[in-house]
């Protein structure tokens, strides 16, 4: 697929990465992820401070841990966590079709994860916990179906790749149901087929007997249905053996076509990839070679080898993540 073919998702970002000049002391925060991503998303950037009235420069803010969270700008002993919850809650009730969110890593209000929380507001303060930032909190709460990451990990390779590939295929899937089409719905699933299958094997199957609509329900029911079960497989990205399972099953579309020297490379070119001497996408750019030369018409159109623009495959970008991986259970 073209990067033409992909349909741009939407996706709200954290305005301080690449949009703005909006932080607390004026700076921007850089993002290659971001600015390449600009080509091939429709970003929606909001800076949560500014908008609860907070001018630029200001004095930082930060989390206080008591009983609940407190969100104060020790410089002045002001409390901003009612207008915060506020904005965040009149946000989120006005977004609609949107794919993901990119939020601004350890902020106390669009942080996901590491966002400090301190004993008191006194210069120095002991960090007694850490959690998300309040805004960043408002989010997981009510995106967590959707391809929701920090700037920071995303400069990781294996989490990138994890939140590209769900937010394009959410993209996609936004479309079938828009569509009120259950031919559309079919062709969604078998052109995801062995992408569903890395991520989850079982539910890839029962995804395909909803399809199926053995009793004739509406669409209505039963996008519904496909919809919970495709939320839960994308949750998670896929484990080594899956992919090795995918790879396995689609050396079978070559059985009668490869000799048996090319099958023994590509069973050698595969143990590399299980010992982890190649990355699994030089070993996609392999398969996809055999693909083009054996015109294999049902590999050709598997998002498993191209799940997003081939462009946003070949960042040159330094893993700067050193963080652990939020994956949800
Ligand atoms: S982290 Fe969020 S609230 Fe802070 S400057 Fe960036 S966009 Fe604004």
Partial sequence: MSAEEFLKPKVVISKCIEFDHCRWNGNIITSKV????????????VCAEVEIGLGVPRDPIRIIKSENLKLIQPSTM???????????????????????????????????????????????????EKGPGLFGKAVLDNFSNIA??????????RIREHWLTKLFILRYFRAIKASDSHNELVEFHSRNKLLLMAYNQN?????????????????????EEYEEL????????????????????????????????????????????????????????????????????????????????????????????RGRSYWKK
């Fill in 34 to 45: 971001v600015k390449i991503l600009k080509n091939y998303v429709e970003f929606h950037p």
């Fill in 230 to 321: 495709l939320i839960h497989s994308v949750n998670k990205p896929p484990n080594f053996t899956s992919h090795i399972n995918v790879l396995m099953h689609a050396l079978g579309y070559f059985k009668k076509t490869l000799s048996s020297q090319e099958k023994v490379f590509y069973l050698d070119e595969l143990e590399k990839y299980r010992s982890g001497w190649i990355p699994l996408f030089v070993f996609n750019e392999l398969i996809k070679v055999l693909i083009v030369r054996y015109n294999e018409d049902y590999l050709k159109n598997q998002t498993y080898f191209n799940p997003y623009p081939q462009e946003l495959m070949n960042f040159d970008i330094k893993d700067t993540w």
């Fill in 148 to 157: 929701v990451e920090t700037e920071a990990r995303l400069t990781n390779f």
């Fill in 78 to 128: 002001r409390e901003y966590t009612k207008s915060m919850e506020t904005f965040a809650e009149t946000f989120i009730s006005s977004l609609n079709d949107i794919d993901g969110f990119i939020m601004k890593f350890k902020s106390p209000s669009c942080g996901l994860y590491e966002t400090k929380y301190h004993y008191d507001e006194k210069p120095g303060s002991a960090v007694i």
């Fill in 203 to 223: 539910l890839m199957r029962k995804m395909g007997r909803i399809v199926a609509n053995p009793l004739r329900k509406s669409f209505d029911d039963v996008i």
